[in-house]
């Protein structure tokens, strides 16, 4: 399929009059990385302290309700309102409020949207509607994934959520991000979140049209964690140095600066059950195999999931349970920065990164790059009073 005619200039989109923003918000000092958070829906909507937002730069409400833009989803939880960034910069003036447009399950709309000018410019008005009602700072576009990463990935072409691989949203991305930036100017913040599974970085593999993505952006928010999934074939670590690494390294060699990148922590264990026969053991975890996990149409069979450091957000007790009883037991890789360990027991591989995978690892590459991240806010061990894996990200953030 041919690809959709880039212009030579940015400037031809009228993206030269409206070029990202300066970003240099910190707690302090103008020289302090971002120190940023997800705020899922699904976690704790309870109000944070002044004490918990202190040190935080930018905050990004996940997620916007594509299917009407003039609200973010909601949970049994609660949600976030117009009166939303207006609390949270009560509490820390200095605070950049951000809406999450996307999300796994929730990005279908993206491919019709960038298709050609007039959805990507119908798109982009939205998107800054959107922003002037909730009063944002600017949005983070999680397209998960471009090309043929999305959830409807193995649907048939006949169902309105199937996304085959098109490898035309790549350019078409691009020229949607130079949409929205023209929409809402640049007085406000846009960024895009990136994957860490190889296989998911389809549309971040052409340096000219990363470069024209990346002319449109403030920074780039990279997911350093969910690097193995229900798709993958054998086990490994989701997140951590290791991941960190090779994930910088591959967005670095098609020309996104490591200043504009944000590196990524999950509050949240991996797991994966897998067959009593798969030959995996407590003191080898990793490179086991995973069995099929997902049906003929991209389905979950069940047998991956995940697991909230904040138990109140666990309804499965024996995932729970499982997870209580191994993870001090855990094999803590200084070389990996990261955790995993396998339940010889009940046959579940677990992967996951302690507080000290958090320090050493955020020690090593926060200098590199421009700041770091977690998903997701209130989901820590504590839940609305944070956590030990939210403390070592402040700790490595306030000792850089």
Not at 79 to 102: E, H, W, Y
Not at 106 to 135: C, E, G, H, L
Not at 302 to 324: A, C, H, L, M, R
């Amino acid at each position: 399929m041919a690809m959709p005619a880039l212009p030579s200039d940015a400037s031809s989109t009228g993206a030269a009059d409206a070029s990202p923003t300066s970003d240099t918000s910190s707690p302090s000092n103008s020289g302090a990385k971002r120190n940023m958070a997800y705020w899922s829906v699904w976690s704790s909507i309870a109000k944070p302290s002044y004490a918990e937002l202190e040190n935080m730069t930018h905050m990004i409400l996940s997620f916007v309700d594509m299917t009407t833009f003039d609200s973010f989803l909601y949970s049994s939880t609660g949600g976030f309102d117009q009166s939303t960034a207006g609390t949270l910069r009560g509490i820390n003036p200095n605070l950049k409020v951000i809406g999450g447009v996307g999300g796994w399950a929730y990005d279908v709309p993206f491919r019709p949207a960038s298709q050609t000018d007039s959805s990507r410019s119908a798109f982009a008005q939205q998107v800054k509607s959107f922003i002037d009602t909730f009063n944002l700072n600017g949005v983070d576009i999680d397209w998960e994934f471009p090309v043929y990463g999305s959830q409807g990935y193995k649907l048939p072409t006949s169902d309105p959520n199937a996304r085959p691989r098109d490898d035309d949203d790549a350019p078409n991305f691009a020229l949607l991000l130079q949409a929205i930036r023209s929409a809402i100017g640049s007085d406000k913040l846009l960024s895009v979140a990136l994957p860490s599974r190889q296989q998911d970085m389809l549309a971040y593999t052409n340096s000219t049209i990363v470069a024209l993505m990346d002319s449109s952006l403030d920074f780039w928010n990279v997911m350093s964690y969910d690097a193995v999934n229900r798709r993958d074939s054998l086990t490994d670590y989701h997140a951590g140095g290791i991941v960190i690494n090779r994930t910088i390294d591959a967005y670095s060699s098609v020309g996104i600066a490591k200043n504009k990148m944000n590196i990524g922590y999950p509050t949240y264990a991996r797991y994966f059950e897998l067959s009593p026969d798969s030959n995996c053991s407590a003191s080898n975890p990793i490179g086991c195999p995973i069995p099929v996990s997902e049906d003929g149409t991209g389905n979950d069979l069940g047998y991956v999931g995940e697991y909230t450091f904040d138990i109140t957000q666990d309804s499965n007790t024996t995932v729970t349970d499982w997870f209580e009883n191994i993870a001090s037991s855990g094999t803590d890789s200084t070389d990996a920065q990261a955790s995993a360990w396998y339940d010889e027991k009940n046959h579940v591989f677990w992967t996951w990164v302690s507080p000290s995978d958090i320090l050493s690892s955020c020690q090593q590459y926060l200098p590199e790059v421009g700041g770091v991240f977690y998903w997701s806010w209130n989901s820590d061990t504590n839940g609305a009073a944070g956590g030990p894996h939210i403390d070592a990200i402040n700790s490595c953030v306030g000792g850089s």
